[in-house]
């Protein structure tokens, strides 16, 4: 077990402990599953640490619940995910508009 | 599932905004070559399969096979825990309690759920349940007879209640018939219950 699955396995009681379900993840939808393994590639591949993903994801929680938010668990993953890779440079938010453009027409190839 | 709009191949509209972003972001880290598709798939496989009791399994299983690792693991398990490469508590200890003809153990968190994480993976939901955690100190019998575990009346039970320094592991009894068996089809055998305590590991039937 890598030590990033350590972490998350052990992070049960936080606010950026995963949806479970009988101890295992639960993802509700395909594209959940597709974030969350996304967070721990990149994290894995030396990008950032875990922990500052999980800063991100704390802080994006917190302020989701002050605003009355109601944003799902991975919707917030996927926002603490998109703003970290901003902020360290991976990737532009122009870039990730115009995959986003580009993704809609395709839609119907799914 | 009907209801999941992202499943639909007829009706792509119905793609929530953040699956599309999800979407956008993976091509992206593609194109770019900071991940490979397949990449995520393993790691989302390991994460729903294979993050559980697997660690704690080989533990097990090496104590069967050699009695001197036994004694370090019933002496000092953090340490002995540690040599087969698995750790990252957070100060936490583990102290591995063994079963024997007259001793079963079992394992709980009356306060709230501790449990040895780098060992056995994510706790079961009946392991975090209010019931469980107080009953199992009250009448600990019973609810391993509803697990399934009639122990007969001499065998002494132990409740170990875990906190946040001390992590418990219980080491089973190595059932009959597997003499012949190497270590890594003896760690086949051993479940996550059976190292809560709220099982025996069952002698493998012979085919």
């Known amino acids: 077990m890598s030590r990033i699955a350590n972490r998350i396995a052990a992070d049960i009681n936080s606010p950026a402990a995963i949806p479970r379900r009988n101890g295992e993840p639960v993802f509700r939808e395909p594209w959940e599953s597709r974030v969350f393994g996304m967070a721990i590639a990149l994290c894995e591949r030396g990008l950032y640490d875990w922990d500052e993903f999980r800063e991100r994801l704390i802080g994006e929680i917190s302020s989701a619940d002050a605003r009355g938010d109601v944003s799902t668990y991975y919707e917030r993953f996927l926002a603490a995910l998109e703003h970290l890779m901003l902020d360290k440079g991976i990737c532009l938010r122009e870039e990730i508009d115009r995959y986003a453009t580009a993704q809609l027409p395709e839609e119907d190839l799914l | ?207």
């Not at chain 2, 639909?8 to 880290?29: F, Q, T």
């Not at chain 2, 575990?149 to 597997?178: H, N, Q």
């Not at chain 2, 479940?191 to 039937?205: H, L």
């Open chain 2, 1 to 207: 599932m009907s209801d999941d709009p992202t499943n639909s191949h007829h009706h792509p509209r119905a793609l929530s905004p953040a699956a599309l972003r999800a979407k956008a972001i993976e091509a992206l880290l593609v194109e770019k070559g900071l991940l490979a598709s397949d990449a995520i798939d393993s790691i989302v496989e390991i994460y729903e399969k294979d993050v559980g009791p697997l660690n704690g399994a080989k533990v097990v299983a090496r104590a069967w096979c050699d009695p001197p690792y036994k004694r370090r693991l019933l002496k000092d398990a953090t340490a002995a825990i540690a040599e087969l490469g698995f750790g990252g508590m957070q100060g936490e200890h583990m102290m591995v309690v063994e079963n024997t003809p007259k001793v079963h153990n079992v394992v709980c968190c009356t306060l709230c759920s501790c449990y040895p994480w780098p060992v056995l993976g994510l706790p079961p939901v009946w392991y975090k349940s209010i019931a469980y955690r107080a009953r199992i100190v009250r009448e600990p019998r019973v609810v391993l007879r509803e697990f399934g575990l009639d122990l007969p009346k001499f065998v002494e039970i132990r409740v170990w209640d875990s906190s946040a320094e001390m992590r418990y592991l219980v080491l089973p009894e190595r059932p009959p018939g597997t003499a012949e068996m190497s270590e890594t089809e003896l760690a086949s055998l051993i479940t996550r219950d059976s190292m809560i305590g709220v099982a025996r590991i069952e002698a493998p039937s012979r085919r």
